[in-house]
């Protein structure tokens, strides 16, 4: 190949300049390709659209126990009228621990002196559960209770009474597992353990353990009515006094009707119907408990009764939801059985973020 030195001198010049552009030609068109890619990816990242947060879940109840699984926070605040049965089968409070000869709360580890045949109550759930994945999730309850004692059996307070009381009541915690969930129906396994964590003595507790399995059902009927349900069975676990806590069998169901659907808020009527049955376990009972009766054991205090028997209530309320992850419920319960109740009308109030 001839040499640039031995070229003419104009031939030699044009060499020059056509090696000079093949050799910035190339880098020249990498930087304005660089150039334009970059341009491209900062206009792709300025134009997508933002994350958004998992829309709010479609459970609609304010009683039944939600059968979708997911994060979330929930705020519910009872207020209950009417407990004239509070140690039924143990489920809401310890066996009485009136002692008519002691005055005080005797081997029952209920609250006493006193045997309070009428109460009101109000707790606070603060519940929290998070989903690791989409069908687990692990669930922890914390209650608060208020309890005013209003009304006392004749003959039980000749040793005082106890009074107001307030603080921790049982603590639960549990998983759930989702067998089935979609857009349109949901089958999930729920366990929750509960321990003993409130003062039984200031009725606060049940003094012992429980275990409560459940099966929780979601259905979407059409794109406005919806049905939930459950069923579970409380098992006790080391009571206090052999035989007087029970099993109870809870179960229920409520249709919900999305009676206003815009596009940030949503309103939805709903209807429960919400049922306990009682298997073994007692309660004291406040229709012998007059000294001069001959039924009446000053030793034990109150006779007790079989606790078997069922509990239906009805609930109704309204849930709104807000946005795409807060959902609020307020609703009223009253009990359609006289025999047996845990309250004869409740009020509940509930907030609920999902995240």
Do not use: C
Request: hydrophobic share 40%; net charge negative.
């Amino acid at each position: 190949m001839e040499s640039f030195s031995t070229m003419p001198p104009r031939i030699a010049l044009r060499a020059w300049v056509l090696l000079l552009l093949a050799t910035a030609l190339p880098a020249s068109l990498t930087a304005q390709g660089n150039t334009a890619n970059d341009g491209a990816k900062k206009t792709a990242k300025e134009t997508a659209p933002p994350k958004r947060k998992p829309p709010i879940r479609a459970s609609m109840v304010g009683y039944i126990d939600d059968a979708l699984v997911g994060s979330q926070v929930r705020i519910r605040a009872d207020a209950a009228i009417g407990d004239t049965q509070p140690d039924l089968a143990e489920f809401f409070q310890a066996q009485a621990g009136y002692d008519a000869t002691q005055g005080n709360f005797g081997t029952p580890a209920g609250p006493g002196p006193g045997l309070a045949i009428k109460e009101n109550f109000q707790q606070l759930y603060m519940r929290g559960e998070y989903a690791p994945m989409g069908r687990l999730s692990f669930v922890v309850d914390v209650p608060v209770r208020w309890v005013q004692p209003i009304l006392f059996a004749a003959g039980t307070t000749t040793n005082g009474q106890w009074g107001n009381q307030a603080g921790l009541s049982d603590v639960s915690a549990g998983f759930k597992v989702a067998a089935q969930q979609s857009e349109s129906d949901a089958v999930t396994f729920q366990f929750l353990a509960t321990f003993p964590s409130g003062d039984a003595s200031k009725a606060l507790g049940t003094a012992h353990y429980a275990i409560a399995p459940a099966i929780l059902y979601y259905q979407k009927l059409t794109d406005r009515v919806a049905l939930e349900s459950e069923i579970s069975d409380s098992h006790p676990i080391g009571a206090d006094t052999a035989g007087f806590a029970g099993d109870v069998l809870e179960y229920g169901a409520g249709p919900s009707f999305v009676a206003y659907n815009g596009a940030r808020v949503k309103f939805a009527p709903v209807v429960e119907f919400v049922g306990w049955k009682i298997f073994g376990g007692e309660w004291s009972d406040s229709q012998n408990i007059d000294p001069q009766d001959p039924n009446f054991n000053p030793k034990t205090g109150p006779s007790l009764d079989s606790a078997d028997g069922h509990i239906i209530n009805l609930k109704g309320g309204f849930r709104t939801t807000i946005g795409n992850n807060t959902s609020i419920y307020a609703g009223y319960g009253h009990a359609l059985t006289n025999a047996n109740l845990w309250y004869n009308e409740i009020f509940r109030f509930e907030f609920r973020r999902t995240f």
